[in-house]
């Protein structure tokens, strides 16, 4: 660095960062100001014809419209970064490189960006939703597993470990959490999110935040927001939704990560919410995240969202206008590679089109980030943050255990059934297409599943037992067979026979059916991969109805990323366990719930629906919503509700103490509850708070969770449970689209799930109705005290 640099202001570490950041904004060109909000990926063709092992034939896009953006024409890196570069997208996350080989590309790319005129590094950011999304990292469980576990703390240990292994390869944000709540169980991108009640993803959602960002990476909010409501299920379908259901549903997990959270990114949504795409929405973007949030990082587009608002939202003429219209909106910085943001927005800025104090601001933003985080000190360089990359494993035992811990903590048990658990020394016969093959146990986004398909001689690029690997272990004594049935996907019935036939030489029958992630069509979960109905895919459920028909005894194990309808099944098996793509722990962590080695103690995140249409419905539902009344002959009441886990042991939740009988609406009051365990085996239980406003001047959901806590007890023990509730937890949106606490009745219900609460009271809140906006109470506290 030469001496001139070390003298510029903006580099002076002992400058308040507001300071530097100013300093350098006046020192750069209009060009230069903009390409930082810009970005560039150089892996954006994933691969070519002279990459060893790369199959060309097999075009599986990790990214919409990838391969269009891609045919289109990218320009070279030093031509791309000539004036500086905001972002550089996934060096690790594009092809198949060791740490060492991807810290080398990071540090070549890193030196071509800092040859322009002021030498300031990009950002490096990465996918990181099932963990670092590279090749050999640990593949933790989908996000759909973290809301089974029910366990915030957990969640954030697994965030910090990712947050570790990224900054030690160099990595400074991560496209991570995804905080859409659930609205309809056939859109693809379930397995993504965390589940379908705003506390709970808002909770667990903060949690990966605060791990995330302890480990040294900044955190990415997405997307934000409406894209899980979309008509049909459908990928970047059009939302019709109004702003009451979006305030109330879709944004408080948001507000929570960034409130309580820390987040210091957030990422758009591709679909309109009522018209009006999320990436033009300052209403959005700036009035409700900025104005009303006090949010001060960076609004990050979603890949390619940019140009989307002139090619898939026609809102915009061409590519420079709908840039312009993102940069007013609130965008900052343009992903995954720079079209909008590029020189025709210098051109509309010197027309005077476009106010160049939008362009200052989004910049302002990117620099405090990149000052920061260090990027503009004197002795930063690229070889400096990757330092730790040679001695870093990826997979290291403590990751491995963390994978292990969540897998186990988030198996839910439906039903033990007359087998479950498994003491004897039967006869098994493992059977299905999730029995023997790792990657159902994987997300879309797990580098296996993302990036591998590719390169099928590096298989999953780590070694991932399966199911059957795990029951073999698991019962050694044991004679396991194995048929698989059929596959996944498609109509294909010749492997019945066999699996009949091994069914009827076995004493019980484990049937692994459900899902195998991919993306854009590729799989029947992820994204783009909606399903038409909540059936099981393919001939699965043919094949369950053909083994159900020998009469030996069948266990059902759905390893799926969304909820299908089991209802068939209601009464009919020996046993029912959901493993929601429990990661690469997946088969051993599913064998020890099955033999009782390991305590189940998951509980849903999504209801199990009884039918595959007719609904799906999340159980978030007011009374003509969530009861069957007899105005229509569907039924929306599912066969598991939310919360509903079983294990083995059992539990009871009584003596319900609530510490006033009404309050002011501004006021808070404790609720108590017992819980016990009043097995034979120590377990696991989530005491569950809900509330319900059974008079408002808008309806409401006849429940909705407000509160929990996991607490974990001896064969006879016991602890008393108590809740903090502030009145603001009753507070909804109103008429007038002010959110409000309204005085009434306030019905407290507690127990362990949404259709199991038999501690019930009534709280009155007295006084005016009171406004309840920011600053407002979003969490319930949870204490625990043992008792004898």
């Known amino acids: 660095m030469t001496t001139e640099q070390v003298t510029q202001p903006w580099r002076d570490p002992a400058l308040p960062v507001a300071d530097r950041v100013e300093a350098l904004l006046a020192e750069m060109t209009l060009e230069e100001k903009v390409a930082q909000l810009g970005s560039r990926w150089v892996g954006n063709d994933m691969g070519d014809a002279h990459d060893e092992g790369y199959n060309a034939e097999e075009q599986h896009n990790v990214a919409p419209m990838q391969d269009v953006f891609a045919a289109g024409g990218t320009v070279p890196l030093e031509e791309a970064a000539r004036h500086g570069l905001g972002h550089l997208t996934r060096v690790y996350g594009s092809v198949p490189l060791t740490p060492a080989e991807g810290a080398a590309e990071l540090i070549r790319q890193q030196r071509v960006v800092m040859a322009s005129r002021l030498g300031i590094p990009a950002l490096v950011h990465e996918e990181c939703l099932t963990g670092f999304t590279a090749l050999g990292a640990t593949v933790y469980p989908a996000a759909i597993a973290w809301g089974a576990t029910f366990d915030p703390e957990l969640i954030e240990r697994m965030a910090t470990a990712i947050g570790r292994d990224m900054a030690a390869l160099g990595v400074h944000q991560g496209l991570s959490p995804v905080l859409d709540v659930v609205r309809d169980y056939r859109w693809g991108r379930v397995e993504e999110t965390i589940g379908e009640d705003p506390y709970l993803v808002s909770t667990v959602g903060s949690a990966y935040v605060r791990g995330l960002q302890t480990g040294g990476v900044i955190a990415t909010l997405k997307h934000f927001a409406g894209y899980s409501a979309s008509r049909g299920a459908r990928n970047h379908g059009p939302v019709a939704m109004g702003r ?73 003429g061409d590519n420079t206008g709908a840039g312009a219209l993102a940069l007013a909106a609130g965008i900052d910085v343009e992903l995954p590679d720079t079209i909008g943001y590029g020189r025709g927005l210098v051109e509309l800025v010197r027309r005077g089109e476009v106010p160049e104090d939008l362009v200052d601001r989004a910049a302002r933003r990117l620099l405090t980030q990149k000052a920061e985080l260090g990027l503009l000190d004197p002795g930063w360089t690229p070889e400096s943050s990757v330092t730790a990359a040679e001695f870093t494993d990826l997979n290291a035992p403590e990751n491995q255990q963390i994978a292990i811990d969540l897998a186990e903590r988030s198996i839910v048990l439906l039903e033990t059934g007359t087998a479950l658990p498994v003491t004897e020394p039967f006869r098994i016969a493992a059977i299905g297409p999730c029995a023997d093959d ?49 596959e996944v996907t498609g109509g294909d019935r010749s492997g019945f026979a066999e699996a009949v036939e091994t069914a009827r030489g076995a004493d019980l029958a484990v049937a692994f059916v459900g899902d195998l992630a991919g993306l854009f069509g590729k799989g029947t979960s992820g994204e783009g991969c909606d399903a038409e109905d909540l059936r099981l ?204 606490v309204e005085p009434g009745d306030l019905r407290i219900l507690v127990g362990t799930s949404a259709g199991d609460l038999p501690c019930q009271a009534t709280v009155r809140l007295t006084g005016p109705v009171r406004p309840a906006g920011a600053g407002r109470r979003l969490t319930t506290p949870g204490t625990v005290r043992p008792i004898r």
């Open 438 to 486: 790792a990657r159902t146990f994987l997300g879309c986004y797990a580098f296996p599943n993302h990036v591998l398909p590719r390169y099928p001689q590096l298989g999953l690029g780590l070694d991932i037992p399966t199911a059957l690997d795990g029951l073999r272990a698991e019962f050694p004594a044991n004679d396991i067979t194995y048929a698989r049935g059929c």
């Open 537 to 740: 895919p393919g001939v699965q459920a043919e094949l369950l109805e053909e083994l159900l028909a020998t009469g030996t005894p069948v266990v059902v194990v759905v390893v799926s990323g969304r909820p299908y309808a089991l209802g068939d099944l209601d009464g009919r098996v020996a046993g029912l366990v959901q493993a929601f793509m429990p990661g690469q722990a997946g088969g051993a962590a599913i064998a020890g719930v099955l033999s009782g080695r390991v305590q189940p103690g998951g509980k849903l995140p999504v209801q199990i629906p009884r039918h595959p249409g007719g609904q799906p419905g999340t159980y978030l539902q007011p009374i003509l919503g969530a009861t069957h009344s007899g105005v229509s002959n569907l039924d929306p009441v599912p066969l598991y509700p939310f919360g509903h886990g079983r294990s083995y042991t059992t539990f009871e939740v009584d003596e319900l103490r609530v510490s006033a009988e009404s309050v002011p609406t501004d006021g808070e009051f404790e609720v108590t509850v017992r819980v016990r365990n009043t097995g034979e085996r120590d377990g696991s239980e989530v005491v569950q708070l809900y509330l319900s406003d059974p008079v408002a001047t808008v309806t409401r959901p006849v429940r909705q969770l407000s509160g929990f806590h996991r607490v974990d007890l001896a064969a006879g023990a016991g602890a008393e449970v108590t809740f903090q509730v502030h009145t603001d937890r009753s507070a909804f949106t109103g008429r007038d689209l002010q959110r409000v």
């Open 244 to 316: 009451r259901e979006l305030i109330d549903v879709v944004l408080p997990p948001f507000e929570t990560a960034i409130t309580l959270g820390g987040a210091r990114s957030v990422m758009n949504s591709y679909s309109d919410v009522d018209g009006v795409p999320a990436g033009a929405d300052p209403w959005l973007l700036t009035e409700v995240l900025r104005d009303q949030w006090g949010f001060t990082g960076t609004v990050v587009s979603d890949y390619w969202a940019v140009p989307f608002l002139a090619l898939m939202h026609g809102v915009a």
